[in-house]
């Protein structure tokens, strides 16, 4: 079992989800063996690369909790809601903010023509 530790991003992230969101995210996370962190790809856990560092996504309900491995220890960078504009940004290493896109009068047109 490793010990979590968490960005201001990922506490204020956790606090505002509901309990059981919350018991989802710890057994998720309390659930990773070094085996799993060494062979990503089961599990819901991928990996990918970000400004040289490692960054691990675990899939957990309908959240994402994006960490890295220092030393024994688990350090949460993000935790966002799956399919949200930011969990895309970060997963795809976009220069963008979800404020950004929120932003752009094209962003809201591009959504509105969805619905047709």
Do not use: C
């Not at 990503?40 to 990996?47: C, D, H, I």
């Not at 024994?72 to 795809?92: E, K």
């Amino acid at each position: 079992m490793y010990q979590l530790t968490f960005s201001n991003q990922s506490m204020l992230e956790l606090n505002k989800l509901p309990p059981e969101a919350q018991m989802i995210l710890f057994e998720a996370v309390s659930a990773l063996t070094p085996d799993m962190l060494e062979h990503p790809g089961r599990n819901g856990l991928k990996t990918f690369s970000r400004e040289g560092v490692l960054l691990y996504r675990l899939r957990a309900g309908d959240y994402r909790i994006y960490f890295e491995v220092r030393d024994d220890a688990l350090y949460s960078h993000y935790i966002l809601q799956q399919h949200s504009v930011a969990d895309f940004v970060l997963r795809t290493g976009l220069p963008a903010t979800e404020e950004t896109f929120e932003q752009h009068p094209s962003f809201w047109d591009y959504l509105e023509s969805l619905k047709k």
